[in-house]
């Protein structure tokens, strides 16, 4: 087993594709697919916009001991607002690799001051934000 270490182990960066991808993300939701059926389900029913984007990317975000941390990125925008959606995919799930590999990757647009504008699926209405051509500016 080697000395590596969440801490010591090299973050992926994401290819010019996906930080196009990325590009305009307002806030960032922990929801395997299901939850995010669930959260479109619910929000189309109330009237509220929701378009889901058909391209999605697997990102991984590091090896560690010889296995891939590795996540699924999707995006949805909802009321105009372009939310990504993450789910760790791999065996192997080390939520310090994913939240540096995020603050590397994401662009300044997904912040709420000094902070990842993030949230799981049961608290998804936190990361749309009240005014979104104000926090986009």
Same mark, same amino acid.
């Given at each position: 087993? *080697?000395?590596?270490?969440?801490?010591?182990? #090299?973050?992926?960066?994401?290819?010019?594709?996906?930080?196009?991808?990325?590009?305009?993300?307002?806030?960032?939701?922990? #929801?395997? /697919?299901?939850?995010?059926?669930?959260? +479109?389900? &619910?929000?189309?029913?109330?009237? &509220?916009?929701?378009?889901?984007? *058909?391209?999605?990317?697997?990102?991984?975000?590091?090896?560690?001991?010889? $296995?891939?941390?590795?996540? /699924?990125? &999707?995006?949805?925008?909802?009321?105009?607002?372009?939310?990504?959606?993450?789910? #760790?995919? *791999?065996?192997?799930?080390? +939520?310090?690799?994913?939240?540096? +590999?995020?603050?590397?990757?994401?662009?300044? /647009?997904?912040?709420?001051?000094? &902070?990842?504008? $993030? *949230?799981?699926?049961?608290?998804?209405?936190?990361?749309? $934000?009240?005014?979104?051509?104000?926090?986009?500016?």
């Amino acid at each position: 087993m *080697s000395d590596q270490t969440p801490e010591t182990v #090299a973050l992926n960066t994401v290819s010019a594709e996906v930080a196009k991808f990325l590009e305009g993300v307002t806030g960032v939701v922990e #929801a395997n /697919s299901f939850e995010t059926m669930c959260l +479109w389900e &619910r929000h189309t029913m109330h009237g &509220r916009a929701w378009e889901e984007v *058909s391209t999605g990317y697997g990102a991984t975000v590091a090896v560690l001991h010889d $296995r891939p941390v590795a996540l /699924s990125l &999707r995006i949805a925008i909802v009321e105009g607002q372009k939310v990504l959606f993450i789910d #760790a995919t *791999s065996e192997l799930v080390d +939520w310090k690799l994913i939240d540096a +590999w995020l603050e590397k990757n994401l662009p300044a /647009s997904a912040y709420d001051g000094d &902070r990842i504008n $993030r *949230s799981d699926a049961m608290n998804f209405a936190n990361v749309l $934000r009240q005014n979104p051509v104000a926090a986009a500016g």
